[in-house]
């Protein structure tokens, strides 16, 4: 059939086929030889972190573990894997389960250069087919929640709201709603995160909504407002930069009083804009009426609005797209065949061999210094905290995914990094990394 640009939703999503060919065609062949059986470790790690970062932040381990269960091949999905693979391999598609171990950082933990992030032990067939999956989902979760981390920072304590989905893929905009209430926003516009993930949901209305209440007369922007608050309240949001921000202000004023929630700026010079609007506000009476800001923020414009009187930012397009870093480049490498070490050579793209764990030194105030990673089963002498933890052990979850002690673990790793480790300019990563007895 020639191809169609009509997208079928009615296609449900199969798990197992959110992969490459060449993961099953390698599985192919190795059903063949027999090394499909053979013990194997598989490391997910970044080389190093985006060009200029001085840290990152783990994302993306819920959502993996709870995949594992639903990687599965149904019928249908056999069906059109029939065109390329033998019997034999379907054979083993159709009762495939993961039945292997998964250690890693746990979710919301910040990770550098070389950190082992994610350890995937089994058959070298059901190791191999996960692949995909994992870059996939921590490469962008990852991405996401570095941005959003960076803009928590900068907004020194104010409310953030995610407000991306129109900016991405529908279905990377849950994801990534959940990656930036991880890294610590207080909220997302997006209804399908806030019923999956249990993600706040924000949001009042948009231009659209004003300018709808336009009469023979002219805008009426009063009346915009008038339904509002009827409909929502007087803590409602109003949108006041629809025709003239000054003469906004007033409207929502005289139509909610004094008591208004917050207004919202999307335009112009917002740190301009925000002054004038506070003293307006308070010239009003509405002195305990919140400043809303959004339209193209990111972490620099967040940090240069830092002594503007702004309560709220609404980010979008940066923060889903990473803010300049849309993934977090890492890698799936094998590293360990029957507990014997594996290591790719290939120029500037080199592996350490071996199953790895890791640990962080940190001084007696707490300031994090070094990062150690050793043979797993190894652990050096001396004090530290040690990273990786059991994830999944012979196909079932054994850790608690908890959004809530993600968020708690990355407020914790902004506190802990060393006070250059914050700063938004370009710079190496805020500790080393270094391997011991690979």
Same mark, same amino acid.
């Given at each position: 059939?020639?191809?169609? +640009?009509?997208?079928?939703?009615?296609?449900?999503?199969?798990?197992?086929?959110?992969?490459? *060919?060449?993961?099953?065609?390698?599985?192919?062949?190795?059903?063949?030889?027999?090394?499909?059986?053979?013990? @194997?470790?598989?490391?997910?790690?970044?080389?190093?972190?985006?060009? #200029?970062?001085?840290?990152?932040v783990v994302a993306g381990t819920g959502r993996f573990v709870d995949s594992l269960a639903e990687f599965r091949f149904d019928d249908d999905a056999l069906s059109s894997l =029939?065109?390329?693979?033998?019997? =034999? @391999?379907?054979?083993?598609?159709?009762? &495939?389960?993961?039945?292997?171990?998964?250690? #890693?950082?746990?979710?919301?933990?910040?990770? &550098?250069?070389?950190?082992?992030?994610?350890?995937?032990?089994?058959?070298?067939?059901? +190791? !191999?087919?996960?692949?995909t999956l994992a870059l996939s989902i921590f490469n962008h979760d990852t991405a996401?929640?570095?941005?959003?981390?960076?803009?928590?920072?900068?907004? #020194?304590?104010?409310?953030?709201?995610?407000m991306g989905s129109r900016r991405t893929h529908e279905r990377a905009a849950v994801a990534a709603a959940r990656a930036a209430y991880l890294a610590g926003f207080d909220g997302t516009s997006n209804l399908q995160a806030h019923r999956r993930y249990g993600v706040p949901a924000?949001?009042?209305?948009?231009?659209? &909504? @004003?300018?709808?209440?336009?009469?023979?007369?002219?805008?009426?922007?009063?009346?915009? &407002?008038?339904?509002?608050?009827?409909a929502l309240g007087v803590g409602t949001t109003l949108l006041v930069d629809t025709y003239d921000i000054t003469q906004g202000v007033d409207n929502a004023i005289k139509v909610a009083g004094p008591e208004l929630g917050a207004v919202r700026i999307d335009s112009g010079d917002l740190g301009v804009m925000a002054r004038q609007v506070r003293d307006q506000l308070d010239s009003l009476g509405a002195t305990g009426t919140r400043i809303v800001v959004s339209g193209d923020l990111d972490e620099y414009s967040i940090a240069g609005l830092a002594a503007a009187p702004v309560d709220v930012y609404g980010v979008g397009t940066s923060l889903v797209t990473g803010s300049g870093a849309p993934t977090a480049s890492m890698v799936y490498k094998l590293v360990e065949v029957d507990g014997m070490p594996v =290591?790719?050579?290939?120029?500037?793209?080199?592996?350490?061999?071996?199953? *790895?764990?890791?640990?962080?030194?940190?001084?007696?105030?707490?300031?994090?210094?070094?990062? !150690?990673?050793?043979?797993?089963?190894?652990?050096?002498? #001396?004090?530290?905290?040690?990273?990786?933890?059991?994830? !999944?052990?012979?196909?079932?979850?054994? +850790?608690?995914?908890?959004?809530?002690?993600a968020r708690a673990r990355v407020a914790a790793g902004l506190h802990s990094l060393p006070w250059d480790g914050l700063k938004l300019s370009r710079g190496e990563p805020a500790i080393a990394t270094r391997l011991v007895g690979a």
């Open positions: 059939m020639p191809p169609t +640009c009509r997208a079928d939703y009615r296609v449900a999503v199969s798990v197992g086929l959110l992969t490459d *060919k060449y993961e099953l065609t390698m599985l192919q062949a190795a059903l063949r030889d027999g090394s499909a059986h053979r013990r @194997t470790t598989f490391e997910l790690f970044a080389r190093r972190l985006p060009d #200029g970062r001085r840290y990152g =029939a065109e390329f693979l033998d019997p =034999a @391999t379907l054979d083993f598609l159709r009762d &495939f389960r993961f039945g292997g171990d998964v250690d #890693g950082y746990p979710e919301g933990e910040l990770y &550098f250069a070389n950190s082992p992030v994610l350890s995937v032990s089994g058959t070298f067939a059901e +190791c !191999v087919l996960l692949e996401i929640a570095s941005a959003a981390a960076r803009m928590v920072s900068a907004a #020194g304590g104010r409310t953030l709201i995610e924000l949001g009042t209305s948009a231009h659209a &909504f @004003t300018m709808v209440h336009t009469t023979a007369d002219g805008p009426d922007e009063p009346a915009a &407002f008038r339904a509002q608050v009827d =290591a790719k050579r290939s120029t500037h793209k080199e592996s350490h061999g071996g199953r *790895k764990a890791a640990l962080r030194l940190a001084k007696p105030s707490g300031t994090i210094i070094e990062e !150690v990673v050793y043979p797993a089963g190894s652990l050096p002498d #001396g004090d530290g905290r040690v990273l990786t933890v059991p994830l !999944v052990r012979a196909g079932s979850v054994v +850790c608690d995914s908890s959004l809530a002690d």
